[in-house]
Structure formats: structure tokens, C-alpha cells
């Protein structure tokens, strides 16, 4: 009797930049995987060109806005026995990227899934920021509403571990002065910019003097790394009054603002609660 073939799904990661960085296991998935779920499919296209090479199997664009609509479809087509590659446009997929949710209901329903992996933009920026690696937690992108974006701040003031975001260049100038007024102007920090690129440049200095940096015309993908904030006296509620002021400010409710920054500081929300009224 014939052995039945067996599907699996291969997330695997792209070059950032530099197409020197796409491994072998890369291209042989590329020329081999019977489907291949892209972000972009052009840019896929684009890719193998250059790389010199073709991409024979059914391409299938899998992207942030069809991602849960093709979920049932992908986990059908492996389950009949294909090979899967899944890919973005650059870096590993699942990472701020579309893949996170095909890979949950694979394991969920017992599907096979593996890695290829390679360049990360993630930890190329980590590990050129000299800033510590040891510890570290990925934010992503920020909220782009104002409010949003400062209750997420007012919960990592305190975060200890180094920060690594991700933003578009065109809103790194407020991203950075939002930062600076969460974390203080002398936080250090590091923008990343175009890495693994002709013109790649990392920017290394406090928030504010990044911040003036950004006052001009920045360009490329931009990752921002933010050291963790340093070991201190146990807070005070007293002393959390007037970053409560700034996410009312900010557009968030009292009650809103008051449980963000308890959380956060580890202090008592009753209190803090009491210290605002009490300032007023």
C-alpha cells in the first residue's frame, strides 16, 4: 500500500534587507513547497527573481486583511498532504506579521507546523542598540491614538526590561516625544533604521536627543529600542499623581487612568485614587 504524504506548514523567515541573508532551507522551500502563502505575492515574485530562481507551486496571498478567512482553506490543503511555506514580506511571519492565528488552529487541530528561521528585525536591533540583551520584551507598534498610546506607555514606565518597538518613519518623531514624556527625557535608546541595508544607521542616546534627531526628514523601516527602567525607592501613590493627570490629558477616563499606573507601579489604586481627588 502507498504511503500517504503528509502535510506540514513551514513558517519561514525572509531577508529584512540584504538578500545575501536568505538561507539555503529558504530557497530550497521556495522551489519545492507545493503551496506558498505570501503577504505579497509580487514581492515573493520579486524575491525569487533575484534570488535566480522560480517558485512553481499555487501561490496564495495571506495577508493582515484576509488572514482568519484563509485559515480554514490552508489547514484543508495541508491536511490533504501538501507542504505549506508560509512567508512575509520580510522577516519571520507570526511576527508582526500575518501568521500568529494559522499557526493556533494548526496546533489546535494536531497539524504539523515547523520553522525555518533567519533574519529578524526584532533582534538585529536589539543586538545593535548596546543596550542590555540579556532581558528584553517586544511591543510591536504602538496605538496611534494619542490616548491609547499613553495608557500602553504609562504600563511600561516601569518595565525593567529592555523595550524593542517597531514604527513607521513618518511617526517616529511623536512616538519618540511620547516616549520621552513616559519614560523621561535621559531614558537611553536606539532607533535602527534600513537594517542590513546600503544605507543602514543606528542612532544610539537619550529619548530627547533621538528626538531632536527626528525632528528631520527620517526614511526606511524603523525599529526603536528603549532601555529598561532602573531599580528605585518603592513608590509612593503620592508620587503617581500627575502621570494620572497626563492620560486624563491624554483623553482617558479617571477611573481609566488611575487603574493603568496602579498596575503598573504597584501601588494601591484605592490610594492613588484618593491622591488625585486630594491634589485637585
Given amino acids: 500500500m502507498e504511503n500517504q504524504k503528509t502535510g ?7 531577508p529584512i534587507g540584504n538578500l545575501g541573508d536568505a ?36 501561490l496564495i496571498s495571506y495577508h493582515e486583511h484576509n488572514e482568519v478567512a484563509r485559515i480554514s482553506e490552508l489547514l484543508d490543503l495541508v491536511r490533504a498532504g501538501n507542504t505549506l511555506l508560509v512567508v512575509s514580506d520580510a522577516g519571520m511571519p507570526a511576527v508582526s506579521d500575518p501568521g500568529f492565528r494559522l499557526v493556533q488552529a494548526a496546533v489546535a487541530d494536531g497539524v504539523d507546523v515547523t520553522a525555518v528561521p533567519g533574519p529578524s528585525a526584532v533582534l538585529t536591533a536589539l543586538a545593535l ?14 496605538p496611534r491614538k494619542a490616548g491609547d498610546r499613553a495608557s500602553r506607555l504609562a504600563e511600561l514606565a516601569a518595565e525593567q526590561r529592555t523595550m524593542v518597538f517597531f514604527e513607521a518613519p513618518h511617526r517616529v518623531e511623536p512616538m519618540l516625544r511620547a516616549l520621552a514624556d513616559a519614560f523621561g527625557p535621559n531614558r537611553p535608546a536606539a532607533v535602527a533604521r ?87
Fill in 8 to 14: 506540514r506548514i513551514v513558517l519561514a523567515a525572509t
Fill in 23 to 58: 538561507s539555503p532551507r529558504l530557497i530550497e522551500l521556495m522551489t519545492t513547497a507545493d503551496i506558498v502563502a505570501a503577504e505579497d505575492t509580487r514581492r515573493l515574485i520579486h524575491l525569487a527573481q533575484a534570488l535566480g530562481i522560480r517558485v512553481p507551486g499555487r
Fill in 129 to 142: 542598540s548596546g543596550l542590555p540583551t540579556d532581558r528584553f520584551v517586544f511591543e510591536g507598534f504602538l
Fill in 194 to 280: 534600513e537594517l542590513t541595508k546600503l544605507h543602514e544607521e543606528v542612532r544610539r542616546g537619550t529619548l530627547m536627543e533621538l528626538l531632536q534627531w527626528a525632528e528631520g526628514e527620517v526614511r526606511g523601516e524603523i525599529a526603536v529600542v528603549v532601555g529598561g527602567a532602573p531599580e528605585g525607592e518603592p513608590a509612593r501613590a503620592a508620587d503617581h499623581v500627575a502621570r494620572v493627570r497626563e492620560l486624563v490629558e491624554g483623553g482617558l477616563r479617571l477611573k481609566d487612568a488611575v487603574a493603568a499606573v496602579a498596575e503598573q507601579e504597584r501601588v494601591s489604586k484605592r490610594e492613588l485614587y484618593a491622591a488625585v481627588l486630594e491634589a485637585r
